[in-house]
């Protein structure tokens, strides 16, 4: 199935849903701190998001063919779980770190989003994985221009990782969104520059690598939902959604509590004009 293209009025509800996805995580950013359970943070969300937002959390009771319905309304993968954490009754620690994912349904559309979290104070090793983690997904959104290809996303984000000794989880990867949780395109973490499909105007993906301290491997838990590391390693993931402009890239997720690109980055980003923080 060929991606699909958004219309200019389709791309400004897509610009709210985005939006509003940022802004849960500016919201649960204070609440992020030892002795809370993964369970309240959810809580806290699902509140946020249905009382304050008007907005639906996707993920409740989300069910691809094969799984189970998802519980929860966000997703919180601590330590060496790499994503799809359910919420629940762990408490966090000083020294954990914690993925919140957090995806909203605003008038049928789709903002996808999710940051890392340092709770307390985190050894030098959790924030290295954690940094680089980030600066891999912003090296992957400052391929994305017209004419481009997928495979430029990954390119970027495996060469970074790599350099640093850490690896790419390959088993999940990016994907288009808007009117579904889940379109085309795939959008993979690792790769080759120059290859896949190209980047057209009125895209709309996230980009969102996984990036393991240790080996790539992973399993599944019982659960159904959680995704570890196989060597139990630490593991981390950044995410945005981005659309395809006629001139670059815009990145829809950004909100007033974002972290902005780190100043590495920022220097690539000043050799790429495409980039529009909306």
């Known amino acids: 199935m060929a991606a699909s293209i958004k219309t200019a009025e389709e791309i400004e509800a897509m610009r709210v849903a985005g939006r509003l996805a940022g802004e849960v995580l500016d919201f649960i950013t204070p609440h992020v701190k030892p002795g809370v359970t993964t369970g309240e943070l959810d809580r806290l969300c699902h509140r946020y998001m249905v009382d304050v937002q008007g907005t639906v959390p996707a993920p409740l009771n989300y069910a691809p063919p094969g ?51 340092p709770v307390g ?65 795939q959008v993979l973490h690792y790769g080759k520059a120059g290859t896949l499909d190209r980047f057209v105007p009125g895209m709309t993906f996230t980009i969102e690598p996984m990036i393991n301290a240790g080996r790539r491997e992973i399993r599944e838990l019982a659960d159904g939902w959680t995704i570890v590391t196989r060597d139990h390693s630490l593991s981390a993931q950044w995410e945005h959604t981005v659309l395809v402009t006629e ?25 790429a004009p495409n980039l529009v923080a909306a």
């Not at 004419?147 to 640093?164: C, M, P, R, W, Y």
């Open 67 to 117: 799984y189970r319905p998802f519980p929860k309304s966000i997703c919180t993968s601590v330590n060496h779980q790499v994503c799809h954490g359910v919420p629940g009754d762990r408490i966090l620690k000083a020294g954990d770190i914690v993925n919140i994912d957090v995806t909203v349904i605003k008038d049928s559309w789709h903002g996808d989003s999710s940051r890392m979290y």
């Open 247 to 271: 001139s670059g890239v815009e990145v829809l997720t950004m909100s007033a509590g974002a972290p902005p690109p780190a100043a590495l980055v920022l220097d690539r980003l000043n050799r």
């Open 121 to 185: 104070d985190i050894a030098l090793a959790a924030r290295r994985l954690c940094e680089v983690t980030f600066e891999c997904m912003w090296f992957g959104i400052a391929t994305v221009r017209p004419g481009g290809h997928l495979g430029d996303i990954g390119a970027a984000i495996q060469a970074h990782a790599e350099k640093h000794g850490f690896s790419v989880v390959r088993e999940f990867c990016g994907h288009g969104i808007g009117r579904r949780f889940h379109e085309e395109p």
